[in-house]
């Protein structure tokens, strides 16, 4: 099992625990009562899921079964009605929070926007009114392409509210991961802006988007918002303002009810094989798992000021900027840009000037914060924090013990959360009032969530042995299929133990410790995780053998310092092309028009042939061996050719 991950050199060894005063005030305060309540969510799920769903969300027609289970298959609260932008927005209004602020939001440039519960409504009732003329229907799909401002989560919440199901894609996808994207799902209209800001520059997202519809015939309509003012080209009879649309749309909207099952969202990620996967979440289940971890993970309280730094185009942005925190009724923190600009203490800055008490943020961006050095965090205060997160990949304990000292000043609990796109919320997670936290270890399952560590048969394994990290039973934000494609989704989640078809397998290895607690190990398919995003070898290694000079490709991981994983791929190069440092830059500029800025790998190897079995499958085991140490030790009985190792030895 692949340990490398963690990039640690230090051992922590000592637990922390939260102050007294954090647990007097806290929501969950007893190792005893989480208990109770664990066990009644996983011995009685039925009854506990039920009680939640009917004190956590807000129904227009009850439920009548809690959950029809036919692995890999789930219904969850069957027959019930709700609509999803209602829990998040009217749920709020005629109460204390109507003029409370959802939304703080911070441009790059330092513009600065508070968006109260009501204002937010008012934007969500007139943007769907506009989808809603357009011809949108619920069911339908809208591409949302956006950078991190207000209409993105308008954008969002529309969608919602009318049944139509949003596909959100992230900021530094290209053209072609757009185009992708929108013919897989079919959607009929993009909203976007004209532009993002990125360390000063501007983003140029309307222009991808035009890129990508020119093969993208499906969508008729795209909705721009002006957010740096860059020129654009706007089409006549598809294209048209926001501002415009918003202001021709009455105030009020009349929500209708959709079933629990209605789609909610796709999100793609990228899988071990093929193409991004697009994960389909529905409405209920998902939105009590996000509202329920929200209120419990992050501790919430009426006056908190969240700020999650994750964009709305990851699974963190929607449960844990969008969906979560607003049914609950919590103050979001949005900021558009970069941690470094202009200065590496952007963060902090923020932190103070708008009052902020939670932080969510990932390892990756915490190390870089590190190296960025102390004394852009020392300049500032930071006692308005109290409780601090970390998601995306294994934290190695310098990072922990950096964020707990320099940032949490030793008094913020750090909730290091477990989950994935697929999960849809958090699934283990210490709960801040009373789990001690080891650094490095997610430590215990949330409610409802029954993990365990198995071998290649799905037998459990000992106690600190590495294996397979799978969930055993269905929770209800669990995806519910991938869009189009029942049988990869069978496959890639269901399929990994004969004998336990209702396992669902994570694509993680972990290991329990004596005290139960969860070290998630990394990635054991061919998933990446560089920075935190999931990068798919597969996806990698076709843009790569796209490229005219390409005639083979490998893609594999190398443990890194900042960013958890680097990525090397390892080319074979066609006879007619010439071996150079420019091919180098070009195929990492090919793969950047091809996926993205963040897929660019950090090295690019040439190589004479790659490592193959003698059945032709490319050895990534070998070559990631080689990328990470320089020369290969493990395992080669099964190479066909073993000069080709000894040749790639002396390549570089
Ligand atoms: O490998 C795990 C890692 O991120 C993967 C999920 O990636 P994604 O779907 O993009 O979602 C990221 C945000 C939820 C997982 O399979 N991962 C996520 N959180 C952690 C983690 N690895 C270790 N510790 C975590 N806290």
Known sequence: MDSQNITSVS??????????AFKRQANLQTLSKYQRLYSESINTPDKFWAKQANEQLVWRKPFRQVLQWKPPHAKWFVGG??????????????????NKAA?????????VRTITYRQLHFHVCRMAHFMENLGIKAGDRVAIYMPMIPEAVIAMLACARVGAVHTVIFGGFSAEAIKDRINDCHAKLVITADGGWRRGKIIELKANVDKAIAGAPCVHSVMVV??????????????VWWKEAWEGAPNCHDAKAFDSEHPLFILYTSGSTGKPKGVLHTSAGYLLGAKLSSHYVFDLKENDRYFCSADIGWITGHSYVVYGLLSNGSTVFLYEGAP????????WQMIDRHGLTILYTAPTAIRAFMRWGDNYVLRHRLDSLRLLGSVGEPINPEAWMWYHKMIGKKKCPIVDTWWQTETGSIMVTPLPGFTPTKPGSATLPFFGVKPMVVDSDGNEVPRN?????????????????????????KKA????FARHPHYYFTGDGARQDKDGYFWIIGRIDDVLNVSGHRIGTVEVESALVSHPAVAEAAAVGRPDELKGQSLVVFVTL????????????ALRAHVGKEIGSLAKPDQVRFAASLPKTRSGKIMRRLLKELATNGEVKGDTTTLDDLSVIATLQTEE
């Not at 066609?574 to 830059?585: F, Q």
């Open 11 to 20: 051992q922590e060894k000592r637990t922390f625990s939260p102050s007294a």
């Open 81 to 98: 009605k709700l609509n999803v932008s209602e829990n998040c927005l009217d749920h709020h209004l005629g109460t204390a929070r109507e």
């Open 103 to 111: 939304l703080i939001f911070e441009g790059e440039p330092g513009d």
């Open 226 to 239: 002006k957010r740096c003012g860059n020129p654009v080209t706007m089409v006549e009879g598809r294209d």
């Open 340 to 347: 470094n600009h202009p200065e590496p203490d952007r963060f």
């Open 465 to 489: 042995s590495g294996g397979k990290f799978v969930i055993t039973q269905p929770w209800p934000s669990m995806l519910r299929t991938l869009w189009g494609d029942d049988e990869r989704y």
């Open 493 to 496: 989640y269901y399929s990994e």
């Open 574 to 585: 066609k006879s007619t092309a010439v071996a150079s440092e420019e091919l180098k830059e």
